[in-house]
């Protein structure tokens, strides 16, 4: 079912897969020969019998197939090892634009994060769409100023979490309290208004600072909270330790 579409790359090179039905070996050289986040539309057959958009990554990182992606109706396939959203469930959503948006950005968010691809430097700026950096480029000066507004926290005897209201736009990251002197980062939502502006480092390097204040461990179950530790080596003393 595999045919050219857009994709997303980043990552390190990869060897090749060849011997794709209608895809030209020197084709699939150009589009895999580094991780790859691809997403199309697929009349029908060969696995499905009705037309869908549909969503995979290059190879799968760990986790991917278990990702929550959106909107409601946008499912895992087993048999073709990729995510399906039926060009029904658009045709009859409220704001169809919107919610096969929602299907290319969540799926291409859980290829990325995942995989700890560097985003900084992999994603488009914001305002600058269909200019996607080249990888291995220096990194550009922002589109937008880096933010200067305050993490705000909310915190309760079991769960809590911290936030930013930038331009009116929230981003948050989620924690629970798993007895005395830890926590588990659960969930990093970052809106695509925010993309570029370090919102998500901000949020995890609070969460840091606090933990050393308080005495207090970070487990990081959230994709995005575990790449951004695994990135900053001097964040790593608030692991939990086995």
Known sequence: MTWPSPAFQGGARLSTPGGIPSLPNDVAQEAYDREVSSAGFWPGGGGIDYPAFYAYAYPAPSGFRGASVRPEGAFWHEGLSEFILPYDAVQSAADPDAALL??????????????????????????????????????????????????????????????MLVDGVEAEMTYSRAGEGLIIIDHTEVPAALRGRKVGERLVRQAVEDARREGVAIIPLCPFAKAQIDRHVEWQDVLRRS
């Open 102 to 163: 929602e299907f290319l950005v969540s799926t291409y968010n859980a290829a990325a994060d995942l995989g700890r691809w560097d985003r900084d430097l992999l994603d488009c700026m914001p305002g600058r769409r269909g200019q996607a950096r080249p990888h291995d480029a220096e990194q550009p000066g922002p589109a937008f100023p880096l933010t200067v507004e305050k993490v705000e926290r909310e915190d309760t005897a079991s769960k809590g979490r911290y936030r």
